[in-house]
């Protein structure tokens, strides 16, 4: 009797402590109000009480047992305990398949959080997989227009972002939008979210104008809803200053940063993630402008408070250690970054194992590490582990891929294993070249620009790999002839054929948009001269109307992009040869470096193509300790003060525009430095297509004087000097003068008055040493440039060409831009360069053009001065004519029909000069401008020198010659009587 009572008693004990549980339903509604306060400690108490409290309630083949297991896996996510959410996850997705069917939502929400958790972690294939059960799901369960579909969407363009399958993202971001226009709205806050990401996949692709209005709509939205106090509205300010970072608008940036900063700050306090994400921001833009005392206390900060809060790991402490770690390479603290690698390191390898691609980042970081401090065995072990588990994960196109191929090649040439460098320089270079041709068409002039700068480091390495090892195969001098075709002048080349493409087709929708795109970038050259509030007051916002510019580029790019593509097979060396006839070569200067030791010098290489030959010959030329400034220094001294015997040449008359300051002769023979290691190997050579680089842009070679020989280079060779040898060959056009218009300008009345201006001084031209026009607040009078344009006129009609000259108030700005299909354009003033940038504290513009805006656009800092520029120099700005034609200004004109622009100015051949692309000058923007030719200056000339060239030129080209050899028999005629380079060589002849 006793014994039977034990059952019953235990069966009651047991039913009695089941009443006395609190009900599923009831713990699984605290656990979520926990969660969404971010009490994920007691949440996870709390639910694991619901689990149990489940399985009593229903059993463990039950639908709600299965929430109950999900739950787990989301609280113990966000707890950084992967592989347990992973398990529950698993268990959950297990019984909703099996108690509800595969073709539940239920079970879609599980593929879901199953697949945000794999790709978290960088799993994406798998990620993946699951991302498209769960949208097929959706798309049977609810239809294809659910906001649930959406989001799976979204989640599954996420990933392709991520895998660089950046097309595919594209599409599916645009459908989750426009799910969501419809239900719930353009003012829900995923929409919000879904235009964030898709904004940062334009960043991504450097589409940099259409992410902005992007991010400036959600950011409208957060302002509403949830509010200007949210972590949502200070998340979007954080990726507004990302996209400024992109930009290089480094203030804006910081302005965006810092307000995020501050609402994270009163909202959340200091000890929070978000908080830590804004100091991590911050000092990344730090970092970006080495200011290392800025950035170091405020990554580090970002660094505790998250392994405070999150542990060490955690993927947001692991990412702020690793920025924490370029940190101290950038510092060249090669010790604390090897630490701080090394953590990383170990950490993500027990986290996510040795086939993750966060984990492969983590390595060739710690890779370079070991590259800077020159033990290239173990970079090239990390790296060649990296490169397999990328090649895997995204493929053998992938950006990451390149770039550690790149880093794997540096490795191996240093090592002088130069077989292996160039077998993987080869594999990198290729992906390069391929994007090139295939992406780069379509972006607009400051995304070309930005994705030039993206890639110039594969470009810096390659050149210098190549130069070094030049000599070792005629496969590798042939690569890089052929790489020095594709890449020269990349940016003006793109340009150009796009202004090409526009003039000859005639799809109207394409003319509209050029010309609303020419009309834009001329108000924009006047917005440049105005401060903020002159543009509020005329209602003009640059940044809109730069973004405007932008976008009307990209839609032209993109309506151009198969015609351009499809023109843009990769050059080869040979064609060029081919071009060639018995005693000319081709000639492209590369400025690069090379390493001996721990030694980096700069040098140039230089790449020769005659005929016969069986491939480039790479000449190597030093000019260290020397900078190419100090080069240049040199050879304008030189040149200023060079004397033939007992010659009285004198500078005669005012020159046009900015002079030198005179200092010594060179130190150094710069024809034996610069030129003669390049005429060993022109033997039998009279005439040389030559593309410049570095100081070679601020010389003219056929002024260099062979001590040895007594003569200069323009005695013994014809030194052409063309943009890019790609387009030797191409004969010049023989002119029809009786059908040629010509527009002659010269002789400006610079005091002419300007509407919406008053005179002024103009203390920041004065203070710019290259403005030696100006003295006293005047601008010297040029009465030899009216002489010059009536000369030039009496020729001109003499073949009856039809000539239009503007002297005095007529020489104007406004009749330079209202010329069109002029086959010459001649201008005769003074011409400028700025060299010497205001002070960062200057308060005082160039022209109204503010400093800011001077160091972002280089084509600001070059021009001619017309009528009415003394008045304007520092007025106060409009959006009228001020009689100064900058560089930028210039490139606006419309001169695709003109053969040749005559620049009778001094300093119109200088600018800004960048390696690889060339000068930022008066001679880039008018070549831009459709000009097929460019005669310019490379320094100041009198008067009656420039006059006299002038006039020989023109009566020989009139005479049948062509440009070219028309402008070498004036300058050998002018030696006649000014025998001194400085004369007769401070124009050059640019063209194809």
């Known amino acids: 009797m006793f014994r039977s009572a034990i059952p019953a008693l235990l069966c009651f004990l047991v039913i009695s402590n089941a009443l006395a549980q609190r009900p599923y339903k009831e713990l699984e509604q605290e656990g979520q109000k926990l969660l969404t306060s971010n009490q994920l400690t007691q949440a996870l108490a709390i639910w694991e009480q619901a689990r149990d409290q489940a399985r009593l309630e229903f059993g463990e083949n039950h639908a709600t047992y299965a929430t109950a297991l999900h739950n787990l896996g989301r609280v113990n996510n966000a707890l950084d305990h992967y592989d347990a959410a992973e398990a529950y996850y698993r268990q959950a997705l297990e019984i909703r398949g099996r108690v509800l069917g595969k073709t ?26 699951l991302l498209i059960e769960a949208r097929d799901v959706y798309a049977r369960a609810r239809g294809r227009d659910h906001p649930s579909y959406a989001i799976v969407l979204y989640n599954l363009a996420n990933v392709y972002k991520n895998t660089a399958r950046l097309a595919q993202a594209e599409v599916l971001y645009r459908e989750a939008l426009g799910i969501y226009e419809k239900s719930p709205g353009k003012t829900h806050p995923d929409y919000a979210t879904f235009l964030e990401s898709l904004a940062t996949l334009y960043m991504k692709m450097a589409r940099f104008a259409e992410a902005e209005p992007l991010l400036f709509q959600a950011r409208s939205i957060f302002e509403k809803n949830p509010g200007q106090q949210s972590t949502k509205y200070a998340s979007s300010a954080d990726l507004i200053g990302n996209l400024y970072v992109y930009l290089n608008s480094l203030t804006e940036a910081e302005k965006f940063y810092q307000e995020a900063r501050d609402i994270r700050k009163k909202v959340l306090g200091v000890q929070t993630l978000a908080y830590a994400t804004s100091l991590n921001n911050l000092g990344l833009l730090y970092l970006k402008r080495n200011q290392y005392a800025k950035a170091e206390p405020l990554l580090k900060e970002a660094v505790q408070i998250k392994l405070a809060r999150v542990g060490k790991n955690h993927p947001d402490y692991l990412l702020s250690l690793s920025n924490l770690a370029q940190l101290y390479v950038q510092k060249k603290d090669y010790p604390q970054a090897e630490k701080l690698f090394l953590e990383l390191v170990g950490t993500r390898r027990e986290l996510l194992g040795e086939q993750n691609p966060n984990y492969a980042r983590a390595i060739s970081g710690l890779a370079v590490v070991y590259a800077r401090q020159g033990k290239y065995d173990q970079a090239i072990k990390l790296n060649e582990e990296a490169l397999e588990i990328i090649r895997t994960t995204f493929g053998p196109k992938h950006e990451r891929y390149a770039a550690v191929l790149n880093d794997l090649a540096v490795s191996h040439s240093r090592l002088n294993q130069w077989r292996e460098a160039w077998s993987r320089f080869q594999e990198s270079i290729a992906i390069i070249q391929e994007e090139i041709i295939r992406i780069f068409p379509a972006l607009s002039e400051y995304e070309k620009q930005k994705f030039a700068e993206a890639k110039r480091l594969f470009f810096i390495n390659f050149e210098q790999f190549a130069v070094s090892f030049a000599q070792e195969s005629p496969e590798l001098r042939a690569a890089l002839y052929n790489h020095r075709l594709l890449t020269r002048g990349m940016l003006f080349e793109a340009s150009r054929s796009i202004r090409q493409e526009v003039s000859n087709n005639r799809d109207t929708v394409i003319a509209n948009r050029w010309q609303a795109w020419r009309t834009k970038r001329e108000l924009l050259a006047q917005v440049y001269r105005m401060t903020p509030e002159e543009q509020k007051q005329a209602g003009l916002d640059q940044q809109r109307l730069e973004r405007e510019i932008t976008q009307l580029e990209k839609e032209l790019g993109q309506r151009l992009q198969g015609v351009i593509t499809s023109s843009s097979a990769p050059p080869d060396w040979q064609v060029v040869q081919k071009q060639l006839k018995k005693g000319e070569a081709a000639v492209e200067v590369i400025r690069t470096y090379q390493r001996n030791a721990n030694e980096v010098k700069p040098v140039y290489g230089v790449l020769v193509i005659t005929p016969g030959i069986k491939s480039p010959e790479v000449v190597v030329i030093d000019t260290s300790p020397h900078s190419d400034r100090k080069l240049a220094e040199m050879y304008r001294s030189g040149v200023r003060t060079w004397r033939i015997g007992s010659s009285s040449s004198t500078v005669a008359g005012v020159g046009r525009g900015a002079e030198a300051d005179v200092a010594t002769a060179p130190t150094i023979d710069l024809y034996a430095m610069l030129w003669q290691p390049i005429v060993r190997h022109l033997q039998g050579v009279h005439t040389v297509y030559f593309s410049a680089d570095g100081v070679y842009h601020q010389i003219n070679p056929a002024t260099l004087f062979n001590s040895a020989r007594q003569n200069f280079v323009m005695d013994e060779l014809d030194v052409r000097l063309v943009t890019s040898t790609r387009y030797v060959g191409q004969p010049e056009p023989a002119i029809d003068w009786s059908s040629t218009q010509a527009a002659l300008i010269g002789y400006p009345n610079y005091e002419r008055a300007l509407p919406d201006s008053q005179p002024a001084p103009f203390p920041a031209v004065e203070a710019d040493t290259t403005m030696r026009f100006v003295a006293n607040g005047k601008i010297s009078e040029l009465p030899g440039t009216r002489v010059e344009i009536e000369a030039i006129q009496k020729m001109l009609q003499t073949r009856r060409v039809k000539v239009k000259s503007f002297l005095l108030d007529d020489a104007s700005e406004e009749q330079v831009k209202a010329i069109r299909q002029t086959g ?76 040749l622009v005559v620049l009778s100015a001094c300093e119109t051949g200088l600018g800004v000069t960048a390696n690889g692309e060339g000068v930022y000058g008066l001679q880039r923007a008018f070549r831009m401008a459709g000009a097929k030719a460019v005669l310019m200056s490379l320094w100041t000339v009198s008067d009656e020198a420039t006059q006299q060239v002038m006039t020989l030129f023109y009566e020989n080209w009139l005479a049948g010659r062509s440009s070219r050899e028309a402008f070498r028999l004036a300058q050998l005629k002018l030696r006649e009587k000014f025998p001194e380079p400085y004369f007769w060589g401070a124009f050059v002849f640019m063209g194809n």
């Open 104 to 129: 539940d939502p239920v079970y879609g929400a599980s593929l879901s959080s199953l697949a945000i958790l794999k790709s978290s972690r960088g799993y994406y294939r798998e990620a993946e997989v």
């Open 824 to 899: 010459l354009l001649h201008i005769a003033t003074h011409g400028f360069f700025l060299s010497d940038l205001p002070r960062p504290d200057a308060d005082d513009p160039f022209a109204g053009i503010e400093r800011d805006a001077l160091i972002r656009n280089p084509l600001l800092r070059s021009g001619i001065l017309l009528a009415g520029a003394a008045k304007a120099m520092a007025a106060p700005a409009s959006t009228k004519e001020d009689g100064i034609l900058t560089a930028y200004e210039a490139a606006n004109l419309s001169l695709e029909r003109t053969e």
